[in-house]
């Protein structure tokens, strides 16, 4: 079946970098992305992989793929105030199918 | 370029009532589709239109229904509200390369 997991929250200090970590179960996923969710907003594409990618860099997000171990994650460089927000791994089969979110990770900076 | 319009941002509606969701696409756009969110299931796909047709179903009951115009606009309707509908309604306007969401309608229902 189709599933998408991570973690629920995440602390990091402001200026350190921030690792989201995701996995997903549908090996016959082609793509997969990241989103970012502020306060009363919708939803903001920060980024996406295709599968036969290993990494994505794009200014301060990095994502890297295994694709054996089914494995997402998200580097935001330099955390800033403004990264605080809920970060949602997703999969589909195609650009224009049904996205499978996971049910997001709360981004919390700190001081 | 305008992004995607929900309206209305938010309803409150009581238990049995029936609503109507609607939502404006990129233009340009024929793909769209529908996600609720709420804290405990995350979000989850409802279904997804293009050309006026239903081409993709997620696992909710009949009560909620949709529909796409011509123009591309599309409608989402839930009838016999019950609480747990209470959730924030994404919409997401597709074009072959990318999926823009919308601000998303916060319904709540008591």
């Known amino acids: 079946g189709e599933d998408v997991e991570q973690s629920l929250f995440l602390s990091v200090r402001e200026g350190d970098s921030s690792v989201i970590n995701c996995t997903y179960t549908?090996?016959?996923?082609?793509?997969l992305y990241w989103y970012k969710q502020e306060p009363g907003a919708g939803l903001q594409l920060l980024t996406y992989?295709?599968?036969?990618?290993d990494m994505k860099q794009d200014q301060r997000l990095t994502v890297l793929l295994n694709k054996k171990d089914k494995h997402l994650s998200l580097r935001i460089a330099d955390t800033q105030t403004g990264d605080s927000a809920i970060y949602f791994c997703?999969?589909?089969?195609?650009?224009?199918?049904?996205?499978?979110f996971g049910k997001g990770t709360r981004l919390h900076i700190l001081p | 370029k305008a992004g995607v319009t929900q309206t209305p941002r938010y309803l409150i509606k009581t238990r049995g009532q029936q609503v109507t969701l609607s939502c404006s696409p990129i233009s340009g756009h024929r793909s769209v589709s529908w996600y609720q969110q709420t804290p405990g299931q995350g979000l989850q796909f409802l279904f997804e239109y293009f050309s006026e047709t239903q081409r993709n179903k997620g696992n909710f009951p009949g009560r909620f229904s949709g529909r796409q115009f011509s123009n591309s606009r599309s409608e989402m309707n839930v009838s016999t509200l019950e609480l747990g509908d209470s959730a924030l309604y994404l919409c997401?306007?597709?074009?072959?390369?990318?999926?823009?969401f919308g601000q998303g309608t916060r319904l709540t229902v008591v």
């Open positions: 549908d090996s016959s996923s082609t793509y």
């Open positions: 997703a999969e589909s089969m195609n650009r224009d199918d049904k996205i499978i």
């Open positions: 992989i295709f599968s036969n990618m």
């Open positions: 997401a306007s597709s074009s072959v390369t990318e999926a823009f």
